[in-house]
Antibody, heavy 120, light 107 residues
Framework: EVQLVESGGGLVQPGRSLKLSCLASGFTFNNYGMNWIRQAPGKGLEWVAS????????YFADTVKGRFTISRDNVRNTLYLQMTSLRSEDTALYYCARLMYTTDTPFDYWGQGVMVTVSS | DIVLTQSPATLSVTPGESVSLSCRASQGIRTSIHWYQQKSNESPRLLIKFASQSISGIPSRFSGSGSGTDFTLTINRVESEDFSVYYCQQSSSLPRTFGGGTKLELK
């Protein structure tokens, strides 16, 4: 069974940093591209970042470019999102999601999400 | 960026009705559109890929159609478990974008 379990969320002050993790199991992690997608309270879905299976191709939404870093450890089957210079508008539930096949395919499995609240 | 516009924002229906949800793209994206269902306090679930391709485990009452800029998710005879929010998403180009969602609610 495919499982994606996020962790590392919490309350953080504006301007500070936070690192999210997503532990994957039930599939061969290093065969799949992975993504972070967020959802502000009561709002819709926003794609945040993507990383290819090997980690060689990385993409970000303009809203987080230069502040967030995505990485993966294919030995530990873990995806990361390093968030710096956090703003109140980064407050959201952050999901990790797997790409079904290649880069231009849908997100076929999602974690349960981890909440990040940016507030003083 | 490709903007996806979903309509209506809210759809009130009674169980047993058949409904169509619309997703319009700001430019042509062939069939690179996918549909998700998100129930309250749950993660999104993939329903349809590439406009009309079914997903294993998803009930057959869910179907999709369209190409280019206009896409439709159809639910044939809505059941009580279908009341949730539906999102479309494009994978034609970066950044990946989602529509604003259509909330299917009980009339």
């Amino acid at each position: 069974e495919v499982q994606l379990v996020e962790s590392g969320g919490g309350l953080v002050q504006p301007g500070r940093s936070l690192k999210l993790s997503c532990l994957a199991s039930g599939f061969t992690f290093n065969n799949y591209g992975m993504n972070w997608i967020r959802q502000a309270p009561g709002k819709g879905l926003e794609w945040v970042a993507s990383i290819s299976s090997s980690g060689s191709h990385i993409y970000f939404a303009d809203t987080v470019k230069g502040r967030f870093t995505i990485s993966r450890d294919n030995v530990r089957n873990t995806l990361y999102l390093q968030m710096t210079s956090l703003r109140s508008e980064d407050t959201a539930l952050y999901y990790c999601a797997r790409l079904m096949y290649t880069t231009d395919t849908p997100f076929d499995y999602w974690g349960q999400g981890v909440m990040v609240t940016v507030s003083s | 960026d490709i903007v996806l516009t979903q309509s209506p924002a809210t759809l009130s229906v009674t169980p047993g009705e058949s409904v169509s949800l619309s997703c319009r793209a700001s430019q042509g994206i062939r069939t690179s559109i996918h549909w998700y269902q998100q129930k309250s306090n749950e993660s999104p679930r993939l329903l349809i890929k590439f406009a009309s391709q079914s997903i294993s485990g998803i009930p057959s009452r869910f179907s999709g159609s369209g190409s280019g800029t206009d896409f439709t998710l159809t639910i044939n005879r809505v059941e009580s478990e279908d009341f949730s929010v539906y999102y479309c998403q494009q994978s034609s180009s970066l950044p990946r974008t989602f529509g604003g969602g259509t909330k299917l609610e009980l009339k």
